[in-house]
Every structure is written in structure tokens, then in C-alpha cells.
């Protein structure tokens, strides 16, 4: 159970980060509609989870099957049934576990995991909206493709029959100007929608940098602080 403080925290919070998303659209003259709102519910509950479920939040985001797992399983069973987005590194051997309950998994940053997240969907009958996540400085130990690859990533995933190519996605460099990051991104964007005119989405933006992201032209910002509060220190 969700006590009812948290719950109006809670929706104080999405409240505020709501706002904060129109008014970062309009400052940049685009339609607020036009970007979507991921909660990341990563180190919170799954009673967190549930209640921005219940408070009209359908976007959830996790980075770590082991936790997202059993989160998506206990939501299933309540009958709350959130779009679950995957955001974090992910190894091969979780593909299979991640493709049973993520509908978008915006971290694919190398064929073999591409290859492996396909097969997975088919063998589970569904079909995953994938992102490329870029490496906007080339440190790829971060997650990410380098940039130089990007085209051949989606080319791969726009080939693969259980995927469905959507766009890219990368998180600001350590000590990079996030305006100069995302304007790399839009680039990487163009290339990928060079693949797949449709495949036009952009996840780009944390609790820190998401007015910078809506500038530059993200369809999608990953948000967990500005909405479930600090986190404690991960492991
Ligand atoms: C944790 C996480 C976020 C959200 O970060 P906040 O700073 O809490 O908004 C976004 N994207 C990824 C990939 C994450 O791991």
C-alpha cells in the first residue's frame, strides 16, 4: 500500500515536472504533446510505481532487469499495465527476460544485442520498439554506439523482423554542455531517420538536462528525480 502522503507527493511532483515540460516546449516553440514523459522508477517500489500508474503516468522506465523484472511482474498481477521502457545497459543473457515485459528498450547499442533482443521477441510472439543509443564522446564502456555507427545499427534493427526501429537515444557526456550534446544527437537522429523516415524519436533528457534535451528536439525525456525524489545511493 501506498500511504497517501507519498501518493500526493507523488502527484505534486509529476504535477511540477509536468509543467515543467510545457513550459521548456514552449520556450522552445514546440507543442508540449510533442514530448513524452518517462517516469524511471529505478530504485523505488513497485507501490510507487503502481501509483503513478494510477495517477495517469503510463510511461515507466527501469535500467536493470533485476529489478524491472519482478517490478513488471507484481504490476501484471494487480492488473496495472504500464508501457515499460528499458534504459540501461543490458548483457545478451537478460535479452530473453527484458523482452518479455519492455515494450521499448531504448539502450540497443551493438548488433549482437540487437540480434539477441530479436530473437527474444519472436520466441516470445511480441514485437520491441528499439532505440540506438549513441556514445556522443565515444566512451562506449558508457553504454552507447560511437557515432561513426550509428547508421549500420539501425540498418540492423530496421532489418530485424521482431523489432521495430524508432529512433536514438543517449545520455549527456560527463562534463559536456548538454546543448552541444544534443545537437550531436540531433544529428545521429538524422542519420537513423535517413534509415526509416519514421523511426523519428529522440530519448534525451534527465532530471538535469531535459530543457536543454526539449531545445534540441527530444520526443522523449527519462525523468527520475524530478518525479520520484532522490534516490539513495546505488550499489
Ligand atoms: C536513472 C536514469 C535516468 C533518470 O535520471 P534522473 O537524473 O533521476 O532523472 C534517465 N536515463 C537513464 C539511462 C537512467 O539510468
Same mark, same amino acid.
Given at each position: 500500500?501506498?500511504? =497517501?502522503?507519498? =501518493?500526493? /507527493? ?10 515543467? &515540460? ?7 516553440? =514546440? ?6 514523459? &518517462? ?30 523484472? @519482478? ?6 498481477? /494487480? ?32 548488433? @549482437?544485442?540487437?540480434?539477441? +533482443? ?17 556514445? +556522443? ?19 540492423? &534493427? ?55 534535451? &526539449? ?7 527519462? +525523468? ?8 539513495? @545511493?546505488?550499489?
Amino acid at each position: 500500500m501506498t500511504t =497517501r502522503s507519498r =501518493r500526493d /507527493q507523488l502527484q505534486d511532483n509529476l504535477n511540477r515536472t509536468r509543467e515543467a &515540460i510545457v513550459a521548456a516546449s514552449s520556450d522552445a516553440g =514546440r507543442a508540449s504533446d510533442s514530448v513524452r514523459l &518517462i517516469a524511471v522508477t529505478k530504485t523505488f517500489p513497485a507501490a510507487d510505481a503502481a501509483a503513478l500508474v494510477d495517477l495517469g503516468q503510463a510511461d515507466l522506465g527501469e535500467n536493470r532487469d533485476q529489478e524491472a523484472a @519482478p517490478k513488471a511482474a507484481e504490476l501484471a498481477a /494487480q492488473g496495472r499495465e504500464p508501457v515499460w521502457h528499458f534504459v540501461g545497459r543490458l548483457q545478451r543473457n537478460k535479452a530473453r527476460s527484458v523482452a518479455s515485459y519492455a515494450h521499448w528498450v531504448h539502450s540497443v547499442d551493438r548488433v @549482437p544485442l540487437a540480434d539477441a +533482443l530479436d530473437a527474444a521477441a519472436t520466441a516470445h510472439g511480441r514485437r520491441l520498439n528499439a532505440l540506438v543509443q549513441v556514445s +556522443l564522446d565515444g566512451d562506449v564502456s558508457r553504454g552507447g554506439t560511437p557515432v561513426a555507427e550509428v547508421e549500420a545499427l539501425a540498418e540492423r &534493427i530496421a532489418a530485424a523482423p521482431s523489432l521495430v526501429l524508432k529512433g536514438v537515444m543517449a545520455v549527456a557526456p560527463l562534463g559536456w554542455e548538454p546543448g552541444k550534446a544534443f545537437a550531436l544527437l540531433a544529428e545521429c537522429a538524422e542519420k537513423v531517420r535517413s534509415v526509416d523516415p519514421a523511426a523519428a524519436e529522440v530519448s534525451a533528457g534527465m532530471s538535469g538536462d531535459f530543457a536543454a534535451a &526539449i531545445a534540441a528536439g527530444a520526443t522523449m525525456v527519462r +525523468l527520475g528525480r524530478n518525479v520520484l525524489g532522490e534516490r539513495e @545511493p546505488m550499489a
